[in-house]
């Protein structure tokens, strides 16, 4: 059987999907400034939003809250005349927090600024330069190989201002104040999967958890730029966290063909692991790494003075040939692998709703399961039933110490058999919840 | 080299199974009755045994005990008065502790009252129905297709009356109070491997540990019918067994013709696991499986309120094709293979005897084993000697923590090698028991 | 990246072994007695040995120190008149501690003094008598068959006298009084792997360790008889060896041309074991076995009252096909292969010297790398950088529990990469010893 959640609430189709990522696809986002707010409102008609602003030359741990970078207009004249590499047209044109410049430079003095990758002669690739001042253009190494010499005007119409870091969050309360977290970042201009896989999932993710009811767990959503918004985020929220939060999963790069794939937290056994794990391995196909120090915002929630329980859920980390290049565009997306990677999210989010830990009401023999309409009075040989195998591995084990995750691996069952058995045996008064 | 304590007693022949086995077939037991005490009377011929009676309506744990049912005459007239599905001719006919009852009735109204197995068509399926009021009978599914229309007369003369439960047990006292149990179930009627293999394998391994000279366990033989007998013995003895049992055993369709087999504890790594494990991987077809909460008598000895280091000796539990049909009979049991498992058992219980932690004497560089005779003087390439190995295995490891098990695992050698350099080292004065 | 102290010192050639190997291997060791003080004195011009004398008669924990035995000359004269078997020509002529004898003997009576190999036929075997007393010769197989009948003149001009064992050792200081022992034999007579290529690489091994600049850790040699000599040196040191010693190695039988092995200690997880297991494993060839209790002097390192963390660097223990004969001479030893060794022995202490626990001074998020000039200031998409990888590993598990070694292991980086890091680290001020 399958997650029994999954009829109780809406399910986004792939054409959903797919006119949100057309919506967000051309704002021309960063780690400052208005791409990322406008991401954020258009996110806010699915999500209620909290905005928080960091302003900049904050201190953030070892960190420092860079300028608010303003974009108004890039590009390059040819000595022909022709203007190319306009920003306009291309959102990666640009080195990402260029500092302003104006001037006519030789084909040979324009040299140091042009980006491209001899490897992928056909692609422009993604650069930026958050943390040192310089200005650059990206372009394919097939056209940089055709410039001709001569004399170029570059024009770099930027600002670096004061301003401020935006990021957001959404919280939705359950019973307990346990918290499980998604984060996404909104920092990088058009890139499909390196970017929007992320908050398209946790947007549909959070309509579902919204609309579930009886929800017991806490949901915290997280959009904030990479690494220096989680630093950011952890430091207005880090002790909270390490004090509510059961699970958390990191979404990024999850768009593509590529299987679903589980980078386990630095813990490694944590509930976040537990169940993606238990999750992921009934599928035909998926991948499970164990954690290691690079990757996207892990790395911050797993940094060791926090160690939270933070584990990825991608289906490529950084490692498609199209990474951090144009070619992370909407032609390698699978509109319907989302739906299949919110699906994933949800049914952890439902398997950690139901996990508990219980103890057996009748602990010395079995209990006399005819009496509870649990197992049929006939004596007789029958064929192998789930369901009553689910209840008799669930109250021999109900210790009080393993939950029903635990027992379900041991009886190598999926998960929501042995929850719908635990159903069964709380309605007959065989079990009671330890926490 | 092999179990010593072999030669010290007699060894039963396959022919002493079969006769006895002879004997024990056509009584027809049930839960309860006069067949389960006949069965324990026979067996008492061999194994001194203390009958216990429980009083039928005594609650214990969950469960109640079941009235006490006898059996007079059952079967059917034939719309042509044929006698068919009479009791006296197969114990299986009538299904057990069916209520009474006298009428004629159609076909079409006997119908419900009749169980076969269509996948099996020759067989007579066995069928009980010890805690809900009904009749029936059995038959196989040929017969059942070949009944004509017309009127049958049933007759099941029964009574469900205040009575009891009945089992049996025997101690065999050692020089300690740790214990090893055997328990197995006298309740199913002419059944073989799954009812005669455990009692027969229990009465000749109770005879060979009577005769073995100073024995150090006390060892404790259960003949009680399946599950509610159990629960019964655990409600009157499971503290008892909770303090003092080392070890203990489940013996269940030990009789045909698959490898033996051990299914572990409810705790995996107990003395009962350790040492069939040890035995058993040193036969070339073996099978050990891990606890699982259906099965036989480990299902309450393993209940998590007593956690008994239980495990299961058996061939093929519940898993062999002729289970619960008229075709578990004398065809399928191998009395040669029995006699094997009977080898197995008293094998286990003399690596119980044998298997203690001992501290050395000399634990400061190794002994001068010279002085004591248990190495060569002449320093010479040698073949490698085995008992010297495992003397140095022996004295290496003798930490006062790991016993003799212990030890011969982690050398890869048989426990009885390790056994016997133990009993130099003792006489050498270089190793004392630490128990 | 290797390790970088390799070309801090100075490399000794297979010449310079070859060289030591030629003046050692004419020397008539034993248990006691001037050969052994002659290779010391030999070793002595490398090494600068402390020499220890412990007088015959000595009880040393189950032990007693046997007498010295001098060897003045030992031969037999054959029925023809010629001079058979005669000590000066094979030091393996005579059996070790022979006591003295003189006497004419028939071929028959001679027969039980006579040992040889009949599956070796050309080879003299090695035998000794320390503990018994009695006389013999060694021969191969070939010759005793050949052996005319008639009268034997035997001499065996021997004295077994008031003397003393002989022992040496040598200590290089470091920083730290955290100690690794370096111990192997000086007992055999000409044999070449079981006897010269342990002190062989001892000798180089303290020259390299003598010329390290700044060495933290402390450096233990000892050259001893095997088993009384460890015993004896455990009497003297093994207090002091129980909380001082970090890793130990005896070094045997590492000469010829089997790959390289590791045998654990019988902790199994010790930094003895943990440093070597890291280091084989980067060699394509190599093995690692398990303890067990025979073997060399970790039979007493590892007896369980010292139970210390001493591993065996070798490459056949006891198991080609020479050992113990005449065939074990120079046509089998490697002096290439000597080298290799040295530079294991080496890279372990090197990896000793480097390895310690460190905590970060940035634990919550990253660091700002871009700061300490660890990370480009350039985002873009760039080969896999290991050395920036071994840094965010280091800085991410260094919570002064984990050494660098586990966290090489745990990120699958060579040591030498996590090392290099780690100075890197130290310089920016992000992490800080425990130690």
Redesign the interface.
């Given at each position: 059987m399958d997650n029994p959640d999954r009829a109780r609430v809406p399910r986004e189709s792939a054409v959903d999907l797919e006119r949100l990522f057309d919506r967000l696809w051309p704002l021309n986002r960063s780690l400052t400034g208005e791409g990322v707010r406008r991401t954020h409102a258009i996110l806010g008609e699915l999500v209620p939003l909290r905005q928080i602003e960091m302003p900049s030359g904050s201190r953030?741990?070892?960190?420092?809250v860079p300028p608010e970078w303003v974009l108004r207009e890039a590009y390059i004249v040819a000595p022909d005349g022709r203007r190319l590499l306009d920003v306009a047209q291309n959102n990666l044109h640009l080195v990402?927090y260029s500092e302003p410049f104006r001037g006519r430079l030789s084909r040979e003095d324009l040299e140091p600024h042009l980006?491209s990758?001899p490897a992928l002669p056909q692609a422009v690739?993604?650069?930026?330069?958050?943390?040192?001042r310089?200005w650059g253009f990206c372009l394919s190494e097939e056209l940089r190989r055709a410039l001709p010499p001569g004399n170029y005007d570059v024009v770099v119409d930027t600002e670096l201002r004061a301003g401020s870091l935006t990021l957001a969050e959404s919280v939705l309360p359950g019973e307990s104040t346990a918290e499980v977290l998604f984060s996404t970042y909104t920092c990088h201009p058009s890139m499909a999967n390196n970017e929007l896989s992320g908050p398209l999932v946790a947007a549909f993710l959070h309509r579902r958890l919204a609309a579930l009811p009886n929800r017991r767990l806490t949901y915290r959503f997280v959009f904030a730029p990479e690494?220096i918004g989680?630093?950011v985020y952890?430091?207005l929220t880090?002790e909270h966290l390490r004090s509510h939060m059961l699970a958390g999963y990191v979404l990024t790069c999850i768009g593509n063909r590529s299987p679903l794939t589980l980078k386990r937290s630095?813990r490694g056994d944590s509930a976040a692991d537990r169940a993606a794990t238990h999750l992921l391995r009934q599928q035909p196909e998926h991948r499970i790494v164990e954690f290691?120090?690079?990757g996207s915002d892990e790395?911050?929630y797993?940094?060791?003075?926090?160690n939270l329980p933070v584990a990825v859920l991608t289906r490529d980390l950084a490692s498609y040939p199209e990474?951090?290049?144009s070619l992370d565009n909407k032609s390698i997306m699978d509109f319907e692998g989302l739906v299949a990677a919110v699906d994933l999210a949800f049914d952890i989010c439902c398997l950690l709703e139901r996990n508990r830990a219980f103890r057996?009401t009748?602990?010395?023999?079995?209990?006399?399961l005819?009496?509870y309409n649990l197992q049929s009075?006939?004596?007789?040989?029958r064929e192998r039933d789930r369901s009553?195998?689910a209840i008799?591995?669930l109250?021999?084990?109900?210790?009080g110490a393993a939950d029903l995750l635990a027992i379900a691996e041991r009886?190598d069952l999926p998960f929501w058999d042995v929850a719908k058995a635990a159903e069964a045996c709380i309605a007959a008064g065989l079990l009671i919840p330890v926490d």
């Open positions: 953030v741990f070892d960190w420092q990402g980006h990758l690739p993604y650069v930026t330069s958050y943390y040192a310089r690494t989680a630093i952890l430091s880090g630095r290691y120090p690079s790395r911050q797993c940094s060791p003075g926090f990474y951090h290049t057996g009748v602990m010395q023999g079995e209990p006399f005819s009496r009075t006939l004596g007789a040989r009553v195998e008799k591995w109250l021999n084990f109900s210790d009886a």
